[in-house]
């Protein structure tokens, strides 16, 4: 498009051509994937994906993204490094594909509002954090600790599941009381991407 402006103009003034210099145009959409764990690599790439869409003055960041999800307190991080960037005027628009769960359901719901996609064809799963007491042992889900245990690991434990239920209800504007019972034990959200769109974890089946 530059290039043919240029000629364009060369033809009308017919000289003085060799003097002007190509202007390049902002490109004003980045496209990025995110594959892999909502792990620190995946935070590092998401602040440098941000920091690098603003560099080149693109208005939105347009994302495809695959994962399992990862440790929790890293897919957070994700999500509030995506809502600080879209404050400061950079749409991020996820398009989730094949599977997205645990962590990866914290950074599809923090994309923009009516900029969140789910391929129909997909794993959606929310579920509750897992503990391992050791590697010789599988995996357990982790239970809402009584009320009245004030041991640290069932403080941390608590504190740990109300942040993610905080998330979900900010994400996709149902009450607390509702997200609570999505990380609760046998509560597991699973289905396709019908799904992430019925929870209001996306907008739209891609």
Partial sequence: MVRSLLVGLCVLVASGCASVKPV??????KRVTWMGETDLD???????DI??????????????????????????EIA?????????GLQIEVHAQTLCASGCTFVLGAGSKGHRYMNQESLFL???????ASM??????????DENSQTVDDKANRQVL???????????GRPLAETKKWVTCGNEQVGEGDLAVKLGFADLVD
């Fill in 80 to 88: 509030e490094v995506m809502q600080k960037a879209e404050a400061s």
């Fill in 42 to 48: 995946m935070l590092k790439q998401v602040q440098q």
């Fill in 162 to 172: 109300m942040i993610m239920a905080e998330y979900y209800s900010k994400f996709t």
């Fill in 24 to 29: 390049l145009l902002a490109d004003p959409v």
């Fill in 136 to 145: 010789m042992e599988p995996p357990s889900c982790v239970q809402w600790p």
């Fill in 126 to 132: 929310v579920h509750p954090p897992q503990q391992q």
């Fill in 51 to 76: 920091a690098d869409a603003k560099a080149q003055g693109a208005y939105q960041l347009n994302v495809t993204l695959l994962s399992p999800g990862g440790p929790v307190f890293a897919a957070f």
